[in-house]
């Protein structure tokens, strides 16, 4: 299978690399992490200029119908420069809106995604709920009314950007089963709490108390979708990991060619070229993988999806434990300090990890679908 980005796409990649480079440095990075927002405007106002807000929408909403090897090269990209942007949570929201959303060309539907494109609307999708851990249909959060108009009442914990979206995207209990409704920030009986993550991303706590909410009342909008919509969110994160274990490794590279011991750089060392071999090997593992689990992604066998995406993020979990492992221990004491970027890549790279499910529950996950065999004695 070719695996060989065609030229628009390496274009594309090439283009938001240079302005990452140019604008979105590491200590650039680190003021916005900072800053009360946690996000720039500047930069996203950027991101919209080059595309990056329009890419996974639609031709329809006015967006340029990106498919998931077209994210894959984005997030990648973004991984590399430890963005902060809430991109991921936005285009996330915009395949759920598209999975399950009426899938007209009008409609409020077609209005939030035009205005997603125009970079104007930030969604993010509240999948998480407490006590539930990485079991996406644990869920609590009831849903009533009649028609499109809802209310709903519970919690949703750890809603990645959740406070900078403009619309949540929230899977919900409606007569027993699961649907998914749209929630205006603004809307009545909502409370949030925001915090930061040890990422330096945001995250946000949503309690709805009879809050209004629209349900999506696509042909499939239930437990089904919501399942694709975190393999979704599932394969852009492994996109985004393939970007920062390449950022991680080149740091690392780099160091060891200036740190000095018995009178020379430490990157002459036969057993420490060994473990930088070793790390390239898993992070090239973790790519060749993630790249199949893109082409799987849109198979009309759920089971072959399934299978790709966890087997994906299985292979890019190991990959950040043993690359970050590796990259602090060469580092030495640097490797753990805020003021070195790889300390950072290993902080991301470890909630990558433990993101819509760790590598534990996706070998679970894989165990369970038809045609895995269990070995016989």
Excluded at 275 to 299: K, P
């Amino acid at each position: 299978m070719d695996f060989t980005f065609n030229d628009e796409q390496q274009q594309f990649a090439d283009a938001l690399r240079r302005y990452l480079d140019r604008s979105y440095g590491f200590e650039a990075r680190q003021q916005i992490v900072r800053s009360e927002a946690g996000v720039s405007a500047v930069h996203w106002a950027a991101f919209t200029e080059l595309g990056l807000t329009a890419l996974p929408v639609p031709e329809t909403q006015g967006g340029f119908n990106g498919g998931p090897i077209d994210m894959l090269v984005v997030m990648q990209e973004l991984g590399r420069a430890l963005v902060v942007e809430p991109f991921w949570a936005t285009a996330v929201g915009i395949e759920a809106l598209r999975l399950a959303g009426t899938g007209t060309g009008d409609g409020e539907d077609a209005a939030l995604l035009e205005r997603a494109a125009q970079g104007e609307a930030r969604l993010a999708v509240a999948f998480h709920e407490p006590h539930a851990r990485y079991d996406l249909f644990e869920v609590a959060t009831t849903a009533s009314g009649q028609g499109a108009q809802h209310t709903l009442s519970g919690t949703k914990s750890v809603v990645l950007h959740g406070a900078q979206a403009d619309h949540w995207i929230v899977p919900a209990r409606l007569d027993g089963e699961i649907a998914l409704f749209v929630v205006a920030r603004d809307a009545a009986g909502v409370t949030l709490t925001e915090y930061r993550t040890i990422d330096g991303q945001r995250a946000a706590t949503l309690e709805f108390n009879g809050t209004p909410a629209r349900r999506l009342a696509g042909e499939h909008a239930g437990a089904a979708t919501l399942e694709q919509i975190a393999d979704y969110g599932t394969l852009l994160l492994c996109a985004e990991a393939l970007g920062a274990l390449d950022a991680l490794n080149h740091a690392t590279v780099e160091y060891t060619k200036t740190r000095q011991q018995f009178g020379q750089p430490i990157a002459r060392f036969q057993a420490l070229q060994h473990r930088m071999v070793e790390m390239l090997i898993h992070a090239e593992q973790a790519r060749s993988i993630t790249y199949l689990a893109a082409m799987r992604y849109a198979s009309e066998d759920a089971n072959e999806r399934r299978r790709a995406i966890s087997a994906a993020k299985v292979r890019v979990g190991q990959a950040a434990r043993f690359v970050g492992q590796q990259a602090v221990q060469l580092h030495g004491g640097m490797g753990v300090t805020n003021e070195v970027a790889a300390a950072h890549l290993f902080k991301r790279l470890a909630i990558i990890e433990t993101t819509l499910g760790d590598v534990d529950h996706h070998l679970a996950r894989f165990a369970t679908l038809p045609g895995f065999a269990v070995a016989e004695d």
